[in-house]
């Protein structure tokens, strides 16, 4: 039996991404320190993609919250780009999760 290279998607990503809207804090960033209120755009068990008022650099470490409390983990930034018009599309991978996030390991 032949196996199927796994697909692997833009910045490495070897997962499938959930588009969905949850409400997050944002911290970490030197250059604009303190707390930021956003959302992602979609989700996976290992990251998101967040929607930012702020430029990050590539592996920038933040901590990245659910409003609900529920979760909570310090994460990686793998990219960050300009949107149209205003703001950052930040892609995270989380590096050390507790609690319970959207999605969960189906396994």
Known sequence: ???QPTQVHPYNRA????????GVFLEGNRQAPGAESTFTE???ERGARV???RRWEPNDRLTL????????SSARVAYCQPMQGD??????????PRGRWVVQNAR
């Open 1 to 3: 039996m032949t196996r």
């Open 15 to 22: 997962e499938r991404r959930i588009p969905m809207e949850i």
């Open 42 to 44: 979609n989700v996976s």
């Open 51 to 53: 929607v930012s008022s």
């Open 65 to 72: 919250s659910s409003r609900s409390g529920e979760f909570r």
């Open 87 to 96: 703001g950052f599309a930040v892609g995270v991978e989380f590096l050390e």
